[in-house]
C-alpha cells in the first residue's frame, strides 16, 4: 500500500487548508483512514479518522469544530479540511491506513503511513 500526502504549505492563523491523501494498493473502501500530526519535539498525535464506508468519523477534541476529515472512494482518496487555523497547528501531517474498516486512535494500530506533509500557522 503507497499513501502520497499533500496539500501542507504556510498560511496565517484563521486561513485554510486542504489535505489530500491518495491510496493505492489495498481496497481502499476495506480500510479506515487516520490523519495524525507530529510537531517539533512532541509525540505523534491523532487528528482525526474515518470508516471505509465514510458513515463514521472520529475527531481530537483540539480540532473539532474545525477540521473535517471526508473521503472519495472513487478516487480512492482521504481529505483533511483544515479551517480556522492556528499556529498550535503547526505539525508535520501523516495520512495512515488501517487495517479494518473502523480506524482507531492509535498510531501503532495502522499498518501503513504517508510520507508526511507540513503545515506551518503563523501568527
Known amino acids: 500500500v503507497q499513501l502520497q500526502a499533500s496539500g501542507g504549505g504556510l498560511v496565517q492563523a484563521g486561513g485554510s487548508l486542504r489535505l489530500s491523501c491518495a491510496a493505492s494498493?489495498?481496497?481502499?473502501?476495506?480500510?479506515?483512514m487516520g490523519w495524525f500530526r507530529q510537531a517539533p519535539g512532541k509525540e505523534r498525535e491523532f487528528v482525526a479518522a474515518?470508516?471505509?464506508?465514510?458513515?463514521?468519523?472520529y475527531y481530537a477534541d483540539s480540532v473539532k469544530g474545525r477540521f473535517t476529515i471526508s473521503r472519495d472512494n472513487a478516487k480512492n482518496t482521504v481529505y483533511l479540511q483544515m479551517n480556522s487555523l492556528k499556529p498550535e497547528d503547526t505539525a508535520v501531517y501523516y495520512c495512515?491506513?488501517?487495517?479494518?474498516?473502523?480506524?482507531?486512535?492509535?498510531?501503532?494500530?495502522?499498518?501503513?503511513w504517508g510520507q508526511g506533509t507540513l503545515v506551518t500557522v503563523s501568527s
Open positions: 495512515a491506513a488501517h487495517p479494518n474498516v473502523l480506524p482507531t486512535m492509535t498510531p501503532d494500530e495502522y499498518d501503513y
Open positions: 494498493g489495498r481496497t481502499f473502501r476495506g480500510s479506515g
Open positions: 474515518i470508516s471505509g464506508g465514510a458513515l463514521r468519523t
